[in-house]
């Protein structure tokens, strides 16, 4: 049988920052023909809104220490006013948006991470996605929007970073549908020196990889982007790319693919 398409598509958080940015996307999003599911995050107004509730963001190696009182902003910013927007924003342009999380009848479902050397705090690893429930609301014609929380199925709303969501989501639904997975952010795609726009890398497999992160060309937020796409891949995810948001109508001059 021959399997239907679908896009998973992740926003960075620039996106949600940027108003023109923000409208690029909108277009090129709900002019996407065929299903499709979004997931976006929202970090940078999460440490900002904590800050102005006087509460210090705590983060380690850029990832953020989520406690009690983090995970009550988080829920607020990545839930509410991110998702929200997001929705209203797609429904503006006749797009049906779904804001979900993953607690949202039970379709990411979550494992605390046990602390280590660093104890992230109320932070989830995807366990579950149920690929049905998320096809019957795609076939009643809803384009889901995730957040990035999950739950662990006993009360709990985990912090879960969206490029893995992302990641979970496209593999969970890789035996019912030939799954497509984006990670647009504001770059043109991973580029060989983040100083020159122009120095998009087109393709990207695992020993290009080592190679450029010993080089150094590669780092921060792009290490565990490439590391979500391989684990897709070798999970039967068809397609990862990573770059602009003209890649979802098609249209990018340049961008990355990610490849085993
Ligand atoms: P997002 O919210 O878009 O997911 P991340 O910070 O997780 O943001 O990842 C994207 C960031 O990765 C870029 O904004 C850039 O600063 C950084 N980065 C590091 N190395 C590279 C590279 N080689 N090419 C492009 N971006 C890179």
Redo the contacts with the bound molecule.
Sequence with gaps: MVKQKIGIIKI???FLEDEKLLETFYSAFASMEGLKVLVH?GGKRASKLSIDLGITPQMVHGRRITDAKSLEVVTMVYAGWANKTLVAGLQGRGCNALGLSGADANLIRALKRPASDIDYGLVGDVERVDADGLSTLLNAGFTPVFCALTHDGRGQLLNTNA?SIAADLAMGLSPLYEVKLVYC???QG??RD?SDPESVIPRIDPDHFKTLQKEG??????IP?LFNSFRALQAGVDQVYIGPVSLLSGQAPKSTQIHL
């Design positions: 960075g958080g620039a995050g490029d952010f504001e770059k991973v580029l983040v060309a590669i780092s921060e937020g792009m982007k």
